[in-house]
């Protein structure tokens, strides 16, 4: 990764930092609407996609990258969040809460979720507290499946929908709306929001790594016997990354619920878990920018890969493979293949990438 690593070096200029912040800035503007006039809307709702597992991902590099702590079930974050806000926005209840005290508080209830998850697992490390935190994935999905009897607060298997849009006062999101002359789609206007709430968990994420606790979970990540000796509370501050982490899912969780207008328990399985795990660790454990890059290329990928069957059909004149299982096998060959080359990440922490350097 030669452009990577002049990119290191050139970002130290602050003309070039602020002229690159620029350049992403206007790309990011305009980008729905050239990928909409390309490829379609659909791809403008992957791209909102791309955002939403952004979040996740930074929520989860809290937990894995920067404390070391492998959490297994952090999607049940990302479904409490989901939930909370299906269910205090929808006809379920009969309760229509605004979207502005909807988003804060799923964050919330996550956090306090993080809070109890993170407790009793203070002790366990390693395989054990991924085990234990696999579990409590497992076991939010089931209540979740289950607690439709003998009162029905989650409606089951079935799951919530007629989940209201976001609304902020008389602003829908879910309608067209006209700016300056320019006509903005429902799908546009979601995807103007979740980057701008993206660009807040970046900069919190930032801020956290370069503050005193952002210091101490890496020192935790690294020795947490040594980190003790030190006068480190390693008992809050594992519970704050827990609780921090969770926040950032819920928060997602909510933006999800609203967006797809329909939550069940279907859409928040182990596999995604283990997904944004992967993120995590093929963008760079530990490394904002590398976190960022894993999760852009993870949601885009196997939607890119959908389009074997078209490209079978154009070289062959038939579809030889399915296209559904040639995907998965390619995008599995190509995580197995950047683990094998690039074990640190693609775009890994210059301090990891030291370690790594001197390991081999």
Sequence with gaps: MIFLDRWQTLKRDPRVAWSTYAALALLLAALPFAVGAVAGNAWVRILASVLLYIMLALGLNIVVGFAGLLDLGYVAFFAVGAYAYALLASPHFGLHLPAWLLLPAGALVAGVFGALLGAPTLR???????????????????????????????????????????????????????????????????????????????????????????????????????AAAMGINTRNIKLLAFAMGASFGGLSGGLFASFQGFVSPESFTLIESVMILCMVVLGGMGHIPGVILGAVLLVILPEALRYIGDLQNALLGRIVVDPSDLRLLLFGLALVGMMLLRPSGLWPSPIRKREFAAAE
Excluded at 136 to 152: C, K, Q, S, V, Y
Excluded at 170 to 189: C, D, F, K, R, V
Excluded at 191 to 196: A, E, G, K, M, S
């Design 124 to 226: 366990l490390r390693g395989d054990y507290l991924a085990i234990v935190t696999l579990g409590f994935g497992e076991i939010i999905r089931i209540f979740l499946n289950n607690l439709d009897a003998p009162i029905n607060i989650t409606n089951g298997p079935q799951g919530i929908d007629r989940i209201d849009p976001l609304r902020f006062g008389t602003l829908s999101l879910a309608q067209s709306h006209s700016l300056l002359g320019i006509e903005m789609p429902g799908l546009y206007n979601h995807y103007y929001l979740f980057l701008l709430l993206a660009l807040v968990v970046i900069f919190i994420s930032l801020r956290l790594e370069n503050s005193r606790i952002g210091r101490a979970w890496v020192a935790i990540r690294e020795d947490e016997v040594a």
